[in-house]
């Protein structure tokens, strides 16, 4: 089964930092794309930034500047560093992938199940 699961988030003050990590699993043969979308409360889903395969990376203007996106080809994950965060970046945040998967020969787009992020002081 392919999939992705996601790791960090959680509290943190305005002005901290925080790290995401996701990762493919299961039968890939490589990677087109690895992002991470949000969603506030009472707020439509918003792309935060994706890359590429080749790391050419997309960012949202909301975060330009605080947010570093990167990729690990080999280990088929991604990360999204946060700094200087602020209490609108409040959210649960999505990593998403777009993967070419293995037995059959196939593409799939992935969601993991999201993980929260508050900014609160």
């Known amino acids: 089964q392919v999939q992705l699961v996601e790791s960090g988030g959680g509290f943190v003050q305005p002005g901290g930092s925080l790290r995401l990590s996701c990762a493919a699993s299961?039968?890939?043969?490589?990677?087109?794309?690895m992002g991470w979308y949000r969603q506030a409360p009472g707020k439509e889903r918003e792309l935060v930034a994706q890359?590429?395969?080749?790391?050419?990376?997309n960012y949202a203007d909301s975060v330009k500047g605080r947010f570093t996106i990167s990729i690990d080809n080999a280990k088929n994950t991604v990360n999204l560093q946060m700094n200087s965060l602020k209490p609108e970046d409040t959210a649960v945040y999505y990593c998403t992938a777009v993967v070419v998967a293995t037995r059959p020969l196939r593409r799939l787009e992935l969601w993991g199940q999201g993980t929260p992020v508050t900014v609160s002081s």
């Open positions: 890359i590429t395969s080749v790391n050419s990376p």
């Open positions: 299961g039968s890939i043969a490589g990677i087109d794309t």
